[in-house]
């Protein structure tokens, strides 16, 4: 194993792990393995992959908490461009951290990847003028099976590092950004409610 670090259980929530690949550098640039089936499987990690997706969004962009009711994703994460500050909040009725939630700053530089095991919501913020966010998946996307939860959820209590006051709803009218930034969502996250 030797080209990915693994930290299992992130925030103590078992299904979380971060990756640290192994990065080969010199002035000419770098090279890493952002993928490798053998050594995620030395680290206990077997996922079937089926989808790679990317996605690029602006400074203050929230995207989130999406999850998918009867065909759950696992998702590997990362940035390319930029940094987001990407969380995970376990939906797994039964888990002693249901309801928990655990976040990592991702960037292009730190070249940190987050796997989110199946049964979870997922989200992130972008914390710089742009980020480009790749992700591969073990489902597809089934559009009549999304389910969402308000990024903002008293009851979860994710520490964004935003201003702003929980007002009833997931709407980010009034929230921004520590550089005041505007918090920017789709008409759709803005209507998910909260999870209990």
């Known amino acids: ?21 192994a990065v080969h550098g010199d002035s000419r640039g770098y090279f890493m393995e952002t993928y490798n089936k053998r050594d995620m499987e030395e680290a206990g990690l077997d996922m079937n992959f089926v ?19 009867q065909y759950p994703q696992g998702k590997l994460v990362r940035v390319i461009k930029g940094a987001v500050f990407d969380v ?15 976040g990592v700053e991702l960037t292009a530089d730190n070249k940190k990847q987050f796997y989110i095991s199946e049964g979870f919501a997922h989200g992130f913020l972008v914390l710089s003028d742009e ?11 089934h559009p009549n099976d999304e389910g969402g939860i308000a990024w903002n959820d008293p009851g979860i209590g994710i520490d964004w590092g935003v201003k ?3 007002k009833g709803t997931a709407d980010p009218s009034g929230y921004t950004l520590k550089d005041g930034s505007p918090i ?10 909260k999870l209990l």
């Open 51 to 69: 989808q790679d997706n990317q996605s690029m969004s602006t400074k203050g962009v929230l995207r989130g908490l999406h999850f998918q009711k």
């Open 131 to 141: 980020a480009e966010f790749c992700y591969k998946v073990t489902d597809f996307y």
């Open 1 to 21: 194993m030797g080209q990915i670090k693994v930290q299992k259980n992130v925030g103590g929530i078992d299904g979380l792990y971060i990756i640290e690949p």
């Open 184 to 193: 920017i969502m789709s008409d759709k996250d803005k209507k998910w409610d």
């Open 88 to 102: 995970a909040v376990d939906m797994r009725k039964g888990s002693k951290t249901f309801g928990k939630w655990f």
């Open 164 to 166: 702003g006051e929980y």
